[in-house]
């Protein structure tokens, strides 16, 4: 089966910087897409940025130069390195993974959605 475990989550003042990760674990020979998304209290989970295999990326217009998703495809890992942090980022950060391949080929969850536990950003003074 497949995990996605993310790390990172913390108290930051405004305009600080934090950097998640999120390590898939199982037996993955590919990933399509990895992602990030959030949700605030009270509101929606939304969309954060995404990256392919390709390394093509796609940001919300939020945090657009602020943001930068990056990934390392020997280690299954994303990151999204977050500066100039704003109270308003402060959310529950969910890491994404689609169109999970094994080693014969197959794609896990017919190529389905896996989500992470989620991890706590908060900026505040």
């Known amino acids: 089966q497949v995990q996605l475990v993310e790390s990172g989550g913390d108290l930051v003042q405004p305009g600080g910087s934090l950097r998640l990760s999120c390590a898939a674990s199982g037996k993955i020979f590919s990933i399509y897409a990895m992602g990030w998304y959030r949700q605030a209290p009270g509101k929606q989970r939304e969309l954060v940025a995404t990256i392919t295999s390709g390394a093509s990326t796609n940001y919300a217009d939020s945090v657009k130069g602020r943001f930068t998703i990056s990934r390392d495809n020997a280690k299954n890992t994303v990151y999204l390195q977050m500066n100039s942090l704003k109270p308003e980022d402060t959310a529950v950060y969910y890491c994404?993974?689609?169109?999970?391949?094994?080693?014969?080929?197959?794609?896990?969850?017919?190529?389905?959605?896996?989500w992470g536990q989620g991890t706590q950003v908060t900026v505040s003074s």
């Open positions: 994404n993974a689609e169109g999970i391949k094994d080693y014969t080929g197959s794609f896990y969850r017919r190529g389905g959605d896996y």
